[in-house]
Nanobody, 117 residues
Framework: VQLQASGGGLVQAGGSLRLSCVAS????????MNWYRQAPGKARELVAT???????GYADSVKGRFTISRDIPKNTVTLQMNNLKPEDTAVYYC????????????WGQGTQVTVSS
């Protein structure tokens, strides 16, 4: 499966961006799509996750600002990011997992998000 992410860019603090990711196919047993991010010199961290049944989870640092959503028929996941902060600057990766909370098996190529102060 290929995961193609788009929507990154440069935005000022307080602004918004919308990331999208489309999976080339559905794989039986892999029902969770996620967004992770990795800033320079830091470990990759979970930002948001969503199951086929619309169960969602968020990192504490983005709760109330980011919203993850799924379009099951289109095999897509989006991440609406509002009130962006400089500390949100990172490469954002779309990924696919077997279950809620499981480390992803499939990864997209990443899209850069840069928030200026």
């Amino acid at each position: 499966v290929q995961l193609q992410a788009s929507g990154g860019g440069l935005v000022q603090a307080g602004g918004s961006l919308r990331l999208s990711c489309v999976a080339s196919e559905r794989i039986f047993g892999f029902n969770v799509m996620n967004w992770y991010r990795q800033a320079p010199g830091k470990a990759r961290e979970l930002v948001a996750t969503a199951t086929d049944g619309n169960r969602t989870g968020y990192a504490d640092s983005v709760k109330g600002r980011f919203t993850i959503s799924r379009d099951i028929p289109k095999n897509t996941v989006t991440l609406q990011m509002n009130n962006l902060k400089p500390e949100d600057t990172a490469v954002y990766y779309c990924s696919l997992s077997r279950s809620f909370g499981a480390w992803p098996t499939y990864w997209g190529q990443g899209t850069q998000v840069t928030v200026s102060s």
